[in-house]
């Protein structure tokens, strides 16, 4: 606390006293002569004025002598006294100064199923009139991988996404994001049906080395899904929906498993799986929102929740490919203390007549791995567990705990522990020799870094063991994952 002494100028006091002798006692004395007249007394000095403090009230005037003026006080301000709260994560964003943030970085990475990936992450994203989280972004990936095959190292995978964010319309309730993405894979996971599917090649197959459980998986789509606030911008509520369109081409190996399949028939001559052939997709989705999150860059607290159907119909029609899908989502974050716990769970329901490569497969508004993979349980290969009904959750705790500057940007670098698990069911019977029995759960367990440019451009390396990557590469059991953005 700061004390402010109102010093009083110098003055003159002056002080008068008479003294008056009494008479004896018992001696009568003669009547004293008239005293005279008090002189006047000396003139006071003129009345210096105090020096006040700012504010300070005035002091009324006082007639005769002033008294000696003690010291003001001047109290100290509330900013003083209570200082100012800690700044929270959000408080050093600024939503409001027109700035362009680009940002790029290498994208190098792998895991068990693609080999060494590469490839570059480029981000653009505008922040202007106080839109949150941005007043658009755009996002452009190109990546490719290398691994060593049964004809030496080859070129695995190759894929391209661009994707553009476009918050702020109609005052801040519409909200519009536009994807379109291809991407080639030489060998995309498939190991047959149900939960209990064996990882085990039979001594019996003839085909080419390493691609009993592989085929080639080559997509195109276009994507766009528009959500609109019932509220105000910031929501928490909203409606959403979805329209899509893939084009998907698969190819199988030579009496690899999914070869095999496509050849088997059920017991009343329905095939045992479905879409083997290219087809053409069309997706429409309907749904509701509820998004309470503080940032949907980097979350610290509040919650995200999503109930969403969706049908899709294949063609040519004589492929017999049409089924409706509906998923419930909820992911829950709570700051604890420089941490965040983030926790996500997800039920997702097929019905219908479902192409093999979407039973392995989750989500009404756009498609993301399950039971396997960077969006799903990481550590186990994509396309492990494939079924109509698929429950899986995540839980994570993250920090960003470093701040530098780095060519005039804010870098900030983020760590998470992860863990994910979950299982699938063939169908709504949940009596399928092919799920096996018991619990069957499925999990990954691993850590990441975050690295954070700006305050819109994150990206994620995710590393996760899980005895189904073990049982697949026992030399290096690790799923590794390098993304644009959270997983959830």
Not at 121 to 149: C, Q
Not at 293 to 299: A, G, Y
Not at 344 to 364: C, E, T, W
Not at 401 to 429: M, P
């Amino acid at each position: 606390m700061v004390l402010h002494w109102a010093k009083p100028q110098p003055g003159i006091v002056v002080l008068l006293a008479l003294a008056l002798s009494s008479p004896a006692r018992g001696a009568e004395a003669p009547p004293p002569p008239p005293a005279p007249a008090p002189p006047d007394p000396p003139p006071m000095p003129a009345r210096v004025p105090l020096r006040a403090e700012p504010g300070a009230a005035t002091e009324p005037a006082h007639k005769g002598l002033d008294p000696i003026t003690p010291p003001k006080i001047k109290l100290p301000e509330a900013s003083e006294t209570h200082p100012p709260p800690p700044a929270t994560p959000e408080s050093d964003v600024d939503y409001t100064t027109r700035r362009y943030e680009p940002a790029g970085f290498p994208l190098l990475g792998g895991d068990s199923d693609i080999g060494f990936q590469f490839g570059g992450v480029a981000t653009l994203s505008h922040f202007a009139d106080g839109i949150r989280p941005y007043a658009w972004n755009m996002d452009f990936v190109a990546s490719a991988s290398l691994k060593d095959g049964p004809r030496g190292v080859q070129l695995v995978q190759e894929s391209f996404l661009y994707n553009a964010d476009l918050p702020g319309y109609m005052d801040g309730k519409l909200r519009i994001n536009f994807q379109t993405q291809y991407q080639r894979t030489i060998n995309m996971g498939y190991f047959g049906l149900g939960n209990a599917a064996t990882g085990t090649v039979p001594a019996n197959f003839t085909g080419p080395s390493g691609r009993y459980f592989e085929f080639i998986d080559a997509v195109a789509n276009p994507y766009l899904q528009p959500r609109y606030s019932l509220s105000g911008p910031a929501g928490p509520w909203f409606i959403t929906g979805a329209l899509g369109y893939r084009f998907m081409d698969p190819t199988a190996y030579a009496d690899s498993k999914l070869a095999r399949d496509s050849e088997t028939k059920n017991p009343d001559g329905s095939p045992v799986i479905r879409g083997v052939q290219p087809l053409s997709i069309t997706q429409l989705a309907l749904g509701t929102v509820y998004d309470s999150r503080d940032n949907e860059i980097f979350v610290h607290k509040g919650a995200y929740g999503q109930l969403g159907v969706a049908y899709q119909q294949a063609f040519p029609t004589s492929a017999s490919v049409q089924y409706g899908e509906a998923q419930a989502l909820l992911q829950v974050y709570r700051p604890l203390g420089p941490f965040v716990l983030a926790m996500r769970g997800v039920a997702d329901f097929q019905f219908g007549h479902v192409p093999f490569y979407d039973l392995f497969m989750s989500g009404p508004f756009g498609q993301s791995e399950a039971i396997g993979g960077g969006s799903g349980v990481r550590g186990v290969p994509v396309g492990r567990y494939s079924g109509e009904i698929k429950l899986y959750g995540t839980v994570e705790l993250r920090s960003m705990f470093l701040k530098f500057h780095l060519l005039k940007q804010k870098v900030t670098i983020g760590a998470d522990a992860l863990f994910d698990t979950g299982r699938s069911w063939l169908n709504y019977t949940f009596d399928s020799p092919l799920d096996g029995h018991g619990i069957g759960l499925k999990y990954g367990v691993g850590g990441g870094i975050y690295v954070l440019w700006g305050q819109a451009a994150i990206f994620r390396i995710d590393a996760a063991y899980s005895p189904d990557a073990a049982a697949e590469n026992p030399s290096f059991p690790i799923g590794l994952y390098v993304a644009d953005g959270v997983m959830f």
